[in-house]
Structures are given as C-alpha cells and as structure tokens.
Antibody, heavy 122, light 107 residues
Framework: QVQLMESGGGVVQPGGSLRLSCATSGFTFSNYGMHWVRQAPGKGLEWVAFLQYDGSNKFPDSVKGRFAISRDNSKNTVYLQMNSLRTEDTAMYYC????????????????WGQGTMVTVSS | DIQMTQSPSTLSASVGDRVTITCRASQSISTWLAWYQQKPGKAPKLLIYKASTLQSGVPSRFSGSGSRTEFTLTISSLQPDDFATYYCQQYNGYPQTFGQGTKVEIK
C-alpha cells in the first residue's frame, strides 16, 4: 500500500536550518507531484510547498526564499530544506501525495504521512 | 489569495444526525475543492475531491456538493467514528488554501 513517512523534525533556534525528509513507497514516485503542509499547534492546515513530477515548484509568500523543495527519485524521497527559521514556523509538517500522475499541481492530496514536528525556539 | 471560510466552526450533534458543513470561497474555484477529516494526533484524510467525488474507501454517508463559491459536506447519519475536525481545501489556484476547520463534537 502507499506509505509516506516524514523525518528530520526537531528543535532549532530562530535563524537556524532544518531539512525534512519524506520517504515513500507503494507507488511510482517519479510520476507524482508532492506537497508539504504544516499545522501549528492547535491551528488549521497551511500549504507550504509543492514539487511537480518534472521538478518545477511553488511556495506561498510566507516561506518563499527561505524554504526549498527537492526530490530524489532513486530514493523515492522528497525533501523540504528550511532556512532562516522563525518562531512562527513551529508546526507539525506533513508531506502529501497528489491524487493523479503527471499532474501540474491541481489535484487533491490523497495520501498523507504522519508528520514530523518542528519547534523553533531559543 | 483565495480565502476559504467554513461554517460553523464547531458543531454539536448526536449519533444518527444529519450534519452539513458549509465552505465558501472568496472567488470562483469551479469544482476544485476537497474535504478532509482529521482526528486528534492524526494526519488529515481525504474524503471528497472535485467537490462531489467520493474518495475510494470512504463511507457513502459522506457526500459533497457545490460549485464556484459555495460548497457543502453532508454526513447523512453521523456515526461515532465521524467525530473529528473537517477542512475544505481549494486547489484551483496557488497558494492552495484551507478553511479554518469545523469541529464536530458529541452533543
């Protein structure tokens, strides 16, 4: 079955960096776009990054220029590099898979990982 | 950015009740809308996509309707497993945005 598993979360000081990983299995990873979504404690969902199957990407203004997304198709893994972290980046970070192959980012998210917690604090 | 507004924010209901949650978009999103269910400490789960298409494996008591700016999620007969928070999401444009959530509580 399709599985996504995030790792790499932890506690980091403001201004620091962290790289999250999302290891996947059960589907042809290279054919799918992948997203990262975060959820601050007790709050709602916020989309933070998209990586299309062909490598193009999108970010919201809140993280643009600070976050980067990449993929290693040989490892079936997507990464989120987070730089210049702020206290407001504290959240559970989920990776999620697009619901259709070769999509250009206009699909619902049909499978989610269990998340990895990022805490930005001095 | 497209704003998504859900109502109500909290809903108290009993097992067997018919429940309706509304999601409004600040501009037309055609039918590019999804609904997710989230339970405490768990990841969201896709229920409905393209406004009204039931995701595989989701019970048929869940249904979605609407287009352009007005959407609804209906649970025809609330079951104990349905007490959770529900989110709508628009994927018509970037940045993709979610509603603030509707918590369905036990009455």
């Amino acid at each position: 079955q399709v599985q996504l598993m995030e790792s790499g979360g932890g506690v980091v000081q403001p201004g620091g960096s962290l790289r999250l990983s999302c290891a996947t299995s059960g589907f042809t990873f290279s054919n799918y776009g992948m997203h990262w979504v975060r959820q601050a404690p007790g709050k709602g969902l916020e989309w933070v990054a998209f990586l299309q199957y062909d490598g193009s990407n999108k970010f919201p203004d809140s993280v643009k220029g600070r976050f980067a997304i990449s993929r290693d198709n040989s490892k079936n893994t997507v990464y989120l590099q987070m730089n210049s972290l702020r206290t407001e980046d504290t959240a559970m970070y989920y990776c999620a898979k697009e619901g259709a192959q070769y999509s250009h980012g206009y699909e619902a998210f049909d499978v989610w990982g269990q998340g990895t917690m990022v805490t930005v604090s001095s | 950015d497209i704003q998504m507004t859900q109502s109500p924010s909290t809903l108290s209901a009993s097992v067997g009740d018919r429940v309706t949650i509304t999601c409004r978009a600040s501009q037309s999103i055609s039918t590019w809308l999804a609904w997710y269910q989230q339970k405490p400490g768990k990841a969201p789960k896709l229920l409905i996509y393209k406004a009204s298409t039931l995701q595989s494996g989701v019970p048929s008591r869940f249904s979605g309707s609407g287009s352009r700016t007005e959407f609804t999620l209906t649970i025809s007969s609330l079951q104990p497993d349905d007490f959770a928070t529900y989110y709508c999401q628009q994927y018509n444009g970037y940045p993709q945005t979610f509603g603030q959530g509707t918590k369905v509580e036990i009455k």
